[in-house]
Nanobody
């Protein structure tokens, strides 16, 4: 399984971005987005299971939406009302079964004027 993340960039506070994670291979469990801000640990921000149920970190709840298109083998992260503190490298993550885990390469999101 390989994951290819894209869609990052520079956006002003209050703006929106959509991140895309294209997956090659079969993912049978959940998928997620993590982020890592400078000087901070990587944190889980959104997760979606194979049935489409999603969970979010409190810091992004109500502003970010994770979705998946199983036909296209793609997961998205729709980010609205972006704040400077959302600046980070965003990583997609996939789990197959109980033990197999895969990471994308990361895409940088910068929220600044």
């Amino acid at each position: 399984v390989q994951l290819q993340a894209s869609g990052g960039g520079l956006v002003q506070p209050g703006g929106s971005l959509r991140l895309t994670c294209a997956i090659s291979g079969t993912v049978t469990s959940f998928m997620a987005w993590y982020r890592q801000a400078p000087g901070k640990q990587r944190e889980l921000i959104a997760l979606i299971n194979s049935g489409g149920s999603a969970n979010y970190a409190d810091s992004v709840k109500g502003r970010f939406t994770i979705s998946r298109d199983n036909a296209k083998n793609t997961v998205y992260l729709h980010m609205n009302s972006l704040k400077p503190e959302d600046t980070a490298v965003y990583y997609c993550y996939a789990r197959r079964g109980l033990t197999e885990a895969f990471w994308g390469q990361g895409t940088l999101v910068t929220v600044s004027r």
